[in-house]
């Protein structure tokens, strides 16, 4: 079932983004995401961090943008396709925002502002602006582990009656604030978590789904959870979420998406597993365990990829 792009909801995707030789490997794109188009995804999103965002020149990022939504045309899904973006200077993103205006594209991903620590308030205004800046739906990206700042919920639920700001990427990382945001969320906002490791419990609580890169590998067993909840199969969404609940802890081991890139690389989905700095590859002692854990979870690597 196809979701609708303005209110985000189900399994969605952080596509790694492909390098060869230091630049964008357009052919690993191009196969990656045809093989994504064939799972049980419910929206992808680009130029987030596990897609290297921070790393990417916006020439770059307008090509992966037309690359994959020819690909996903060519492979007849209708997924909806967001942008991830981030940034401390409201009048940079809002540039951004009027530039991406034409690619085709149903939304962003947009991260709280680093660094500098602004204000509740501040915060408000930021997203006001940028909402302001374009028609497409916003989802808000609250990582205080990675921004340095948390943007509670009494501003969430200010910024979730503008008309298109319609969810949250919820990574607060305290889970009184996760669950008390899905009691008071209001109809039309979506709370998706962040955490691959808190995608069952979160879905309990009542989440709208996940961003999880972990669905690199595992996107059949992520959403057979989400799904056997929603059809009210709580011990059967417990007992699918044990199969596979060991796997995020084995892909943030080390620095993300460097393990999830040898991953896939080892499955032959791309070409070479180059990350850019400063991140660094994984570590022999990681390949070698990826390696072992790819036989374990073999049923979740892609089919007649075995390396
Ligand atoms: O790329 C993303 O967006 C994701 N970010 C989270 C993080 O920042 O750690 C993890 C999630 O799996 C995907």
């Known amino acids: 079932m196809e979701t609708n792009p303005s209110i985000p909801n189900g399994l969605w995707l952080p596509l790694i983004t492909p390098f060869r030789d230091g630049m964008l490997d357009e052919s690993s794109l191009r196969r990656l995401v045809r093989h994504y188009a064939c799972e049980p995804i419910d929206g992808l999103i680009l130029a987030a961090t596990t897609g290297e965002g921070l790393t990417l020149d916006e020439e770059e990022v307008e090509h992966l943008v037309a690359i994959t939504a020819k690909e996903l045309t060519a492979a007849g899904r209708r997924?909806?396709?967001?942008l991830g973006l981030s940034g401390s200077d409201t009048r940079k993103l809002a540039k951004a925002l009027g530039h991406s205006a034409a690619w085709p594209l149903d939304g962003y991903l947009i991260a709280c502002p680093y660094y500098t620590r602004p204000s509740q308030e501040g915060m408000i205004r930021h997203f006001s602006t940028l909402a302001d800046a374009t028609a497409r739906p916003i989802m808000i990206y609250n990582i205080p582990y990675r921004t340095g700042v948390n943007l509670g919920n009494a501003a969430m639920l200010e910024l979730a009656a503008l008309p298109n700001i319609v969810g949250v990427k919820?990574?607060?990382a305290d889970m009184a604030q996760s669950l008390d945001l899905l009691r008071r969320k209001p109809p039309g906002f979506s709370v998706l978590t962040g955490e691959d490791a808190l995608f069952h419990t979160m879905l309990a609580g009542g989440a709208d789904g996940g961003i999880t890169a972990s669905a690199h590998v595992g996107a059949r067993a992520f959403a057979t959870v989400r799904?056997?909840?929603r059809d009210g199969d709580a011990p059967g969404a417990l007992a699918a979420w044990h199969s596979i609940c060991e796997l995020p802890r084995l892909l943030f081991t080390e620095p993300s998406p460097a393990p999830i890139k040898y991953w896939l690389w080892r499955a032959g989905l791309i070409d070479t597993p180059e990350v850019r700095l400063p991140m660094l590859p994984v570590s022999d002692g990681l390949a070698a365990q990826i390696d072992q854990q790819m036989?374990?979870?073999w049923i979740l690597a892609p089919e007649?990829?075995?390396?």
Request: proline fraction near 12%; charge should be neutral; charged fraction near 25%.
């Open 79 to 82: 997924l909806p396709l967001f």
């Open 295 to 297: 036989e374990r979870f």
């Open 227 to 229: 799904h056997l909840f």
């Open 170 to 172: 919820d990574c607060s």
């Open 304 to 307: 007649g990829s075995r390396p």
